[in-house]
């Protein structure tokens, strides 16, 4: 059975700090999904990692996979308020896209 | 486009009845997918379809019914409600080929007394 885990599940950090944010896995995949989700609001996909030492960036944060691993990284550059939110991570079992088993997420709070 | 729409936004069903959360997509997707949300626990999988007349378990299928006879549409049945599904439902669908980024419904928030 596929396992997820992502820590931390809250994370609360000033503005203009960094952090990074860890997604384990406990099977072989090579397709991993970065979700960004609003309080009461669906999901938005952030990033699709498709490859052992892919690695995606837009605006602040930066996601990487290393399959090996199995562990991949979404990272927070210089964090501002606007990126408060919740995180998941998900990866898919199937090699479809279409059966995807999510980490619990973590909340993201930055401080103003 | 509307994307992936979900009705109802809110609902309230007692223990015992039954109903149907509605899913639409106008992307002409061929894969399909409901997920439940509860607190602490992320998203887990209910059931999936591949295309239209194919439907599969996920995660957590019990309780659930589906069924796909449009590529369009992927209805979730609950039939007979528990206080235990009381959740937020999610719709997803995504390209059976290419990245596979699924795009998500707005919700269905359930609650059952």
């Known amino acids: 059975e596929l396992k997820v885990e992502q820590n931390p599940l809250f994370l609360s950090m000033q503005e203009g700090k960094n952090y990074t944010i860890y997604c384990n896995y406990s099977t072989t995949s090579d397709r991993l999904y970065w979700y960004r989700q609003d309080p009461g609001k669906s999901l938005e996909s952030l990033f699709v990692l498709l490859s052992n030492g892919a690695v995606k960036q837009e605006g602040r944060l930066m996601a990487s996979l290393d399959t090996k691993a199995r562990l991949s990284t979404l990272h927070i550059t210089a964090a501002v308020h606007d990126l408060s939110a919740t995180y998941f991570c998900?990866?898919?079992?199937?090699?479809?896209?279409?059966?995807?088993?999510f980490g619990t997420g973590t909340q993201l709070k930055v401080e103003l | 486009n509307a994307g992936v729409t979900q009705t109802p936004k809110f609902q309230v069903l007692k223990t015992g009845q039954s109903m149907t959360l509605q899913c639409a997509q106008d992307?002409?997707?061929?894969?399909m997918s409901w997920y439940r949300q509860d607190p602490g626990m992320g998203l887990r999988l209910i059931h999936y379809s591949v295309g239209a007349g194919i439907t599969d378990q996920g995660e957590v299928p019990n309780g659930y019914n589906v069924s796909r006879s449009t590529t369009e549409d992927f209805p979730l049945r609950l039939l007979s409600a528990a206080p235990s599904q009381t959740s937020v439902y999610f719709c997803a669908s995504s390209y059976r080929q290419g990245w596979g980024t699924q795009y998500f419904g707005p919700g269905t928030r359930l609650l059952v007394l």
């Open positions: 992307m002409n997707h061929e894969y």
């Open positions: 998900a990866v898919d079992s199937t090699g479809g896209g279409n059966k995807l088993t």
